[in-house]
């Protein structure tokens, strides 16, 4: 047995099949890509690890099977899924993710392939553990993938707390404890037992506030969009693999980008952090459908038609558009009176924080501080927004400017 002090749940023991493949490759990779990948330009604390989150996982999942009685091997290949659910996550965790996705029709918790070869595979058979069927679970199939994979997962509960603790914002804070103790089947389905809609409001506010605060933070989502940018010029012009892109670390990529003559610049940029500014930030409701459905090509079109009108080279226009707001811990499940109810149905916190997610949604254009003003007003147009004042004033830039100070 390894005793492991974690900085969210003090200790935590690793025994089995999950001791066993701590010290795989595909584990000790984790230590280097980053949980939060871009939010450490704003919350400078915020260096924490897929592997600290994979043990955190682990532990949580550890706890709920034996809240729920569960043992023997099919508690050991929950255990394997807990602590290998992240091994497929590429550098900068989902910075890059949608972007290699579009190269290799592969997200991060598509790994059959990391599981079956190499020292995992050959860990997991000798614990008599078919890869496969632990694959499954990190993608959450069946009865107990729920606990790795679902509205009520052990992940959610684990990032959220860790985030939190890591980023000094409190809003994640939640009594992960109780969850893990009043987790329940129910024909199958893993549930919330009665008197526990409270229980399960607060994991979904949690994750409404940190969203954001922390996750969609505009700087964060800057420097992801320069990330995202530089990768694929990497790829595209610097005839980087893909599939070996999807497999290095924060570092790696980082070393690349500043070798590759297309990148270096991006890559300084984000060394240094000298990021591109808004140039427009625009609501949903100022946003044609057209745009926010528009796919990858279709806005790469537009930067270059924004970048040529204002005299600057295609890379230094970036369009953000984020996908549309969802909520999917409000389709957990929670017993109320005898029957199994889904979570949007039960309580009325559940409209009022989709109205906030809404409302929270921006487009954003990216440009260098510079060219903010000449961007901003030829964006709004290209674009077709119905803004007010075109691009963010010099007011709101200078505002911005105090606020990144203090993250």
């Not at 949980?35 to 706890?63: C, I, K, W």
């Amino acid at each position: 047995m390894a005793t492991i002090k974690d900085s969210v749940h003090d200790h935590i023991e690793v025994t089995g099949v999950a001791e066993a493949l701590l010290d795989t490759p595909a584990m000790q990779r984790l230590r280097r890509v980053r949980q939060l990948g871009t939010v450490s330009l704003v919350y400078p604390s915020a260096n924490h690890t897929r592997f600290e989150h994979s043990l955190g996982v682990y532990h949580l999942a550890s706890e709920t099977l034996d809240h729920l009685g569960v043992a023997g091997r099919t508690a050991e290949r929950v255990r394997a899924a807990a602590l290998l659910h992240d091994v497929g996550h590429s550098p900068f965790s989902h910075n890059v993710e949608s972007l290699l996705h579009r190269y290799t029709g592969k997200y991060h918790d598509d790994v059959t392939d990391l599981l079956a070869d190499g020292q995992v595979g050959a860990i997991l058979r000798e614990h008599g553990l078919d890869p496969d069927a632990v694959a499954d679970l990190v993608a959450g199939e069946g009865r107990y993938g729920q606990l790795v994979s679902g509205e009520l997962d052990v992940d959610r509960m684990d990032y959220l707390v860790r985030d939190a603790h890591h980023t000094g914002v409190p809003y994640g804070t939640i009594d992960h404890g109780r969850l893990v103790r009043e987790l329940t089947f129910v024909d199958g389905e893993l549930v919330l037992a009665a008197g526990n809609v409270q229980t399960a409001e607060s994991l979904l506010l949690a994750r409404a506030l940190m969203n954001p605060t922390v996750y969609q933070h505009h700087v964060a989502r800057i420097g992801k969009a320069m990330l995202r940018r530089a990768t694929e010029r990497l790829i595209e012009d610097a005839d980087a693999d893909p599939e070996r892109v999807r497999r290095w670390d924060d570092a790696d990529l980082l070393v690349a980008l500043r070798q590759a003559d297309a990148t270096a610049a991006l890559a300084d940029r984000l060394s240094t952090r000298d990021l591109y500014k808004r140039a427009v930030w625009a609501e949903i409701d100022d946003v044609p459908d057209s745009l926010r459905d528009a796919d990858h090509d279709r806005l790469h079109d537009l930067e270059r038609d924004i970048a040529a009108a204002a005299d600057l080279d295609p890379d230094a226009v970036i369009i953000d558009v984020p996908p549309p707001p969802e909520m999917r811990e409000s389709s957990s499940r929670v017993v109320v009176n005898g029957e199994i109810r889904r979570l949007d149905r039960q309580s009325p916190l559940v409209s009022a924080l989709r109205v906030a997610g809404r409302n929270q949604w921006r487009l954003g254009v990216y440009t260098p501080a510079a060219a903010v003003d000449r961007v901003g007003h030829i964006a709004v147009e290209t674009l077709g927004l119905d803004v007010d004042g075109a691009p963010i004033s010099e007011v709101r830039r200078g505002i911005d400017a105090t606020l990144d100070e203090f993250g």
